[in-house]
Structures are given as C-alpha cells and as structure tokens.
C-alpha cells in the first residue's frame, strides 16, 4: 500500500521555443540527430526547468526500436542503451521517449504507483515492445484494469504507406492498423493498432492524441523531412500533496 497518494503527469513535447537551427528548429531534444550538442542541451534543460526538476530527474533511452525494457529507480549516466521503454515506481523521476513519426505511449498505473514511456515503431510494435513494458509494469505491481495511457502524436495511417506484406505482419500483431493510405495504398495506422493492443490487454482508458506529425508543421517527421529533430513524451509520478 502507498504511503502517500500519487499523480501521473504527462506532457507531449512540439517544435516551438528551443534553440536549435534549421533542419532541427528549435525545440530539438534528440541527441542523435546531427544537431548543435550544445542546443540540444539547452533545449534539454528547459524542458528541466519547465519541470521544476533538476535535469539528472531526466531519464532518457538509446532507441534501438526493438523490445528492450529498462526499470530504473534513479538518475542514470546518460541514455539506457538499447532501450525501447522505460518504466520506473520513483516519484520525480521522468521518463523520455523522442519520436518523429513512431508513437510515443505514456502509460501509468497511480494505485500502484507505477509509470512507463515506450517507443512504439513499426518493428517495435510487431516484435512486442507494448506487452513487454506491461509485463515490466507488472512486476512493479501495476494491474492492468488500473493502467490508462496516452499515445502521442504519430504519423496517420492516410500518410504510412507500406509494402503489404509489411502490413500484414504489422496487422497480426496489432488489429485494426491495417489501413488504406491517401493513394490508396497499404498502410498502417500504428496508433489504432497499439490502442487494440493496449485494450486487450485489459487496459481500458487509452486516449490518442489525433495529430499526424507528418501533417503538422509544429511536429517534427522524420518522414516528412528527413534530416530533422525530434520531439518527446514524458511521464512520471508527482506526490499528490
């Protein structure tokens, strides 16, 4: 039993307000891009200082896009490498996803007391990076009928155009992201899939943000533009005092 209530809070990062340049203007909080370090840094740290938080409370991945879960209790030295999620039961502590087109899944548990951020690409998604965070969520004591989520924005299904035996593999894994693009071809809407993910697997509350990142010029895609930044989703646990 918690000693003390607890909140989730999340936020959804967009481009507005940083200090990179071009092609990473402004609010670029990617490290891996080929922007300024010294820009990403002073992005990095306001989003700390947005925070109210020192910016070692900033826990952030090396996304491999595969399904590589971490649980952390504390600040750690630089990225967890070769991650996919991060989960963690310490108050104050926020977990970072960047995306340009994937989607960001904000998930949290507050009876138990226990928050996850997961990079959902299309090969993360079709080998199991949405059940492996639940199953770490669970052995912190999160239940599922307890856990709502948030998936950020993403590119749109009418924007994915993939080859169709891609859809199929991604369809199998995660019902309903088959869709037909703008053009008519195969797509996938990825957020539809990971939310049919999410629902049977207990989860009942999931609310997606509805912006396409590839439509939205305040967003950044990868898609869209190639060489670019990246934006993210945070979460983490606030006491409730």
């Known amino acids: 039993m918690l000693t003390a209530a607890v909140r989730p809070r999340r936020v959804v990062t967009d481009r507005r307000g940083g200090r990179s340049a071009s092609p990473y203007d402004t609010f670029n909080l990617g490290d891996h891009v080929g922007d300024e370090p010294t820009a990403v840094a002073a992005n990095r740290a306001r989003v ?35 991650t996919d999620a991060l989960v963690t039961r310490t108050r104050g502590l926020v977990l970072c996803v960047l995306v340009a087109d994937c989607v960001p899944i904000l998930l949290a548990d507050p009876v138990a007391g226990v928050v996850a951020a997961v990079h959902a690409g299309r090969e993360g998604v079709r080998r199991g990076i949405v059940p ?17 989520a948030l998936l950020g924005p993403a590119v749109c299904g009418q924007c994915y155009e993939v080859p169709e035996p891609m859809q199929r593999d991604v369809e199998r894994v995660a ?67």
């Open 132 to 148: 492996a965070a639940l199953s770490a969520m669970a052995s912190l004591g999160a239940r599922a009928r307890n856990v709502t």
């Open 48 to 82: 700390a200082r947005e925070l109210a938080l020192g910016e070692e409370r900033l826990v952030w991945m090396n996304q491999v896009h595969g399904t590589g879960v971490a649980v952390v209790d504390g600040p750690q030295d630089g990225p967890v490498p070769a």
């Open 175 to 241: 019902p309903g992201s088959a869709v037909p693009t703008r053009a008519g071809t195969a797509g996938l809407d990825l957020r539809a899939g990971v939310a049919e993910i999410l629902r049977r697997a207990g989860i009942d509350e999931v609310v997606q943000d509805p912006r396409c990142t590839v439509e939205d010029p305040l967003l950044f895609s990868h898609r869209r533009d190639g060489v670019t930044g990246r934006q993210a989703g945070l979460v983490w646990l606030e006491d409730d005092r």
